[in-house]
């Protein structure tokens, strides 16, 4: 093989090998919603965040995919099934290239309990109660877009009823 290849080769290589290198740890959050309610646990440790209010979840282990990170996480912290869906708000960079990605969940089976010593309180908050608890720093950053998306619910919830409303037969025109 010519020498020119074999280096355009290992370019490439190093490349790729640069790109994996710089990929983040990805902290998965689950913003579990219920109607027009949110899901918040009071983390219990480390004592550097105990006390601190977050969108539950953990660390994405390397080969695991990050809808399956956040069930296992959900199962183990919280003893909750949940379905996973689209991304909420921004990545929030944690340092030491870490990065916070929420993610909306909802509860396929179970009820959510503090289960493995992570978390010692947890509160379903509707949109206007989001600044009633203390939450980590990093996870104000999110906040916005867990409002909009509550009321975004509650929105479609309404119009849902109304419909149903409407579609009665003592309401037909
Ligand atoms: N799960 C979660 N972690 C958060 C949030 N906001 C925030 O700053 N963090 C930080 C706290 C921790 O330093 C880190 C997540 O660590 P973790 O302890 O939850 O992850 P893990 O369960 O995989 O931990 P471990 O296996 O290493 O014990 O991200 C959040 O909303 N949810």
Not at 69 to 83: D, F, K
Not at 109 to 123: C, E, F, K, L, V
């Amino acid at each position: 093989m010519p020498a020119r290849r074999i280096r355009a080769g290992a370019g490439v290589l190093l490349g790729i090998a640069t790109l994996l290198a710089r990929e983040p740890l990805v902290v998965v959050a689950g913003v579990v919603v219920d109607a027009d309610r949110v899901l918040a646990a009071r983390r219990a440790a480390p004592s550097a965040h105990a006390g601190g209010w977050e969108f539950p979840g953990g660390k994405v282990e390397p080969g695991e995919e990050e809808d399956a990170a956040l069930v296992r996480e959900l199962r183990e912290e919280l003893g909750i099934t949940v379905r996973v869906g689209e991304r909420v708000g921004p990545d929030v960079d944690l340092g030491g290239s870490a990065v916070l990605r929420c993610r909306v969940a909802t509860v396929r089976s179970g009820t959510p309990t503090p289960q493995a010593g992570d978390h010692d309180r947890i509160r379903w908050l509707k949109g206007e109660e989001l600044t009633e608890v203390d939450w980590l720093p990093a996870d104000l950053a999110v906040l916005p877009d867990v409002r909009a998306l509550l009321a975004a619910t509650a929105t479609a919830a309404e119009n849902r009823a109304e419909r149903a409303h409407d579609d009665r037969p003592d309401n037909a025109g």
